[in-house]
């Protein structure tokens, strides 16, 4: 509980100094080209959330969370993962390279720090403080990232539900579990005893699931770690819930076995993990597990020429059962990038339809335009809902529905 207390002074002391947004790196990329409308609705409404003159967010550089040996074992760990992907020739390190900042939204928090995974990956995205969540139009083809402990207002929580529901990933950690029981009731809560600072021996369920596709690189189990006082998940809906990664370890010590977990709703997809994106610690028991970081490269099938090139970030300073951990996560965390970006594909298949010009939804086919209706983008996408006769039911990337003329489609 200590480190979670001292890390939430930190951010508190940065959130009072306005230091909140835009990852430096994540300004806008010169390969951006040709930003849809919607996208370019979104960075309209970004930018006029921000302060007039803010200073480097706490995403601008990595963090101070954890111990410096899993620190580096966690950068280590990225390196390894960017060569497995590039010997794979799969195009997927590519791929979620290549994507826009705004496709990725990261919500600060006071105990995790995903961004810093995502930097070591190379992969652009933005960060934002819990209350802009209320206030952003999130689109249903973007991924949000939210940091434990996922402190989300009423109205944040109803945005990320009806985000989801029409089509967005969301991927939480530890804390924010309270967010998912009150965003989507029913499916998951809180369960068992707070967890201690711990680490626990994980299985990875060999279900045919793209988020878990080469996630173990090593014979030995992953260990996971656990903060001060993490919760346990509790599955309240088991058809619809599927899980991912667990621990007879866990379920011994906590009550409940589950340490990631998945499960769709509408159009969406929302993945749960106990603990962090951005593992903090380690714990090495074998003498597998205690061996240089080179053990671990080997099994991860990397090349002379790649682990001489490795020796020279370290990687002989890291263990090889704490760099298994980190990989893992990281693996995950691109798989489900990797997934979003082939989901999309289908998912804008259902918005077939792009409007002539701005136009006002109507909550009803008779009704007249009111002024809290909200307004369609010329060349927005749309998806038809329903018809009545010349009228038709339409939902724009932000999630707003409402019904227009047909002859406004082309």
């Known amino acids: 509980m200590l480190a979670r207390r001292s890390t939430s002074i930190r951010t508190n002391l940065i959130t009072a100094a306005g230091c909140l947004l835009l990852l430096g790196a994540t300004a806008r990329a010169d390969g951006e080209k040709n930003p849809s409308p919607e996208q370019q609705a979104f ?73 810093d995974v995502l930097r070591a990956l190379k992969i652009k995205h933005v960060v ?29 929580v ?16 530890d804390w924010a579990l309270t967010l998912l029981a009150r965003a989507f009731p029913g499916y998951v809560t809180r369960g068992g005893r707070n967890t201690g600072n711990d680490v626990v021996k994980v299985h990875v369920h060999e279900h045919d699931d793209p988020w878990l596709k080469q996630i173990k690189a090593m014979k030995d189990k992953p260990r996971w770690w656990l903060e001060s006082s993490s919760y346990p998940i509790r599955i309240l809906n088991t058809q619809k819930v599927k899980v991912l990664i667990s621990s007879r370890e866990m379920r011994k010590k906590y009550g409940h076995s589950p340490i990631a977990v998945s499960f769709p709703f509408d159009d969406g997809k929302v993945l749960h993990m106990t603990s962090h994106f951005y593992l903090q610690q380690g714990k090495a028991r074998t003498a597998r597990e205690k061996a240089k970081g080179t053990v671990f490269a080997k099994s991860a099938g990397l090349n002379d020429k790649q682990l001489k090139e490795l020796r020279a970030k370290g990687l002989d300073n890291v263990r090889a059962g704490d760099l298994n951990s980190a990989y893992s996560m990281q693996q995950l965390t691109t798989n489900v990038l990797v997934n979003r970006k082939g989901y999309n594909k289908e998912l804008l298949g259902k918005y077939g339809k792009k409007a002539k010009r701005k136009i006002q939804l109507r909550r009803a086919p008779s009704a007249s335009p009111n002024k809290s209706d909200a307004d369609v983008g010329k060349d927005y996408r749309l998806r038809v809902m329903k018809k009545d006769g010349q009228k038709v039911k339409v939902r724009d990337l932000f999630g707003n529905e409402g019904w227009i003329d047909q002859s406004e489609l082309y």
């Open 43 to 115: 960075d309209s409404a970004l930018k006029k959330a921000m302060p007039a003159k803010a200073p480097l967010s706490d995403g601008a550089a990595s963090g101070v969370l954890g111990t410096g040996r899993m620190r580096q074992a966690n950068s280590v760990a990225a390196a390894i993962l960017e060569r497995r992907m590039e010997q794979r020739r799969s195009g997927e390190l590519k791929l979620v390279r290549e994507a826009g900042r705004a496709e990725v939204i990261v919500v600060q928090g006071s105990y995790d720090r995903v961004q």
């Open 128 to 156: 934002v403080p819990p209350h802009l969540v209320a206030k952003l139009p999130l689109m249903s083809t973007q991924t949000l990232m939210i940091n434990c402990p996922g402190s989300i207002s009423g109205p944040g």
């Open 158 to 173: 109803a945005k990320v539900r009806r985000f989801v529901k029409t089509g967005g990933y969301l991927v939480t950690t």
